[in-house]
């Protein structure tokens, strides 16, 4: 039985997470999300309560994936000698750049909250994004050798460019979208932004 539980608790979040990535989440309701998962409603909310409730649970385990990524390339970056600090800042970008990728979910809910989405959920970011961003900001600021460098804005737009291009791509010069499916587009987006944080924060030597 336990096992069958679990089941449905991992249908209810994927087809919760699925959806609000889509749709956002004032525009999805429990009756969609039980249908995607293949449940009724009286499940979903068995296992979840109110819409609420699941939508905080689809952040956290967001969140999660999120965390661990970010967190193992900055301990990279703690513990690297000197002559390979750099070269660990740019391991951050490729890892953040391959993440977003993998999981476009994940900047989808993110992306939705930028928008307004969910505005009566408000504790997110102070709970997640602040300390996260804070911790990665916080061990880069020492690699810059830009005095006036904002290490904060620097991050954050490397953030916002990353989520935009996995979640919109950019248009080519026929006019055509090009997003991460795209390897071309993908190997000019993830040297752009070597290069922008490289030169933004004034760190030695030439981007890869």
Request: net charge negative.
């Amino acid at each position: 039985m336990t096992s069958v539980k679990g089941g449905e608790r991992e249908r209810i979040l994927n087809a919760a997470t699925k959806l609000f990535a889509a749709l956002g989440y004032d525009a999805t309701d429990i009756g969609q999300i039980a249908e995607t998962a293949g449940l009724s409603a009286k499940a979903v909310s068995s296992h979840f309560g109110a819409k609420r409730d699941l939508y905080i649970a689809v952040m956290e385990r967001a969140h999660t994936l999120h965390a661990a990524v970010v967190k193992e390339r900055i301990r990279d970056l703690q513990v690297a000698p000197p002559e390979d600090k750099v070269a660990a800042v740019h391991r951050f970008i490729d890892a953040y750049i391959d993440f977003a990728a993998e999981h476009p979910e994940v900047p989808a809910l993110w992306m939705h909250r930028w928008l307004s989405d969910a505005s009566d959920v408000s504790s997110l970011e102070a709970q997640y994004v602040q300390p996260l961003a804070e911790f990665a900001i916080e061990n880069i600021i020492p690699a810059s050798n830009v005095e006036h460098a904002d290490v904060h804005y620097t991050i954050n737009s490397m953030i916002w460019c990353v989520h935009g291009f996995v979640l919109s791509g950019v248009f080519d010069a026929a006019a055509q979208r090009r997003g991460p499916d795209d390897p071309r587009a993908m190997r000019r987006f993830r040297a752009h932004m070597h290069q922008m944080i490289h030169r933004t924060l004034g760190l030695p030597g030439s981007p890869p």
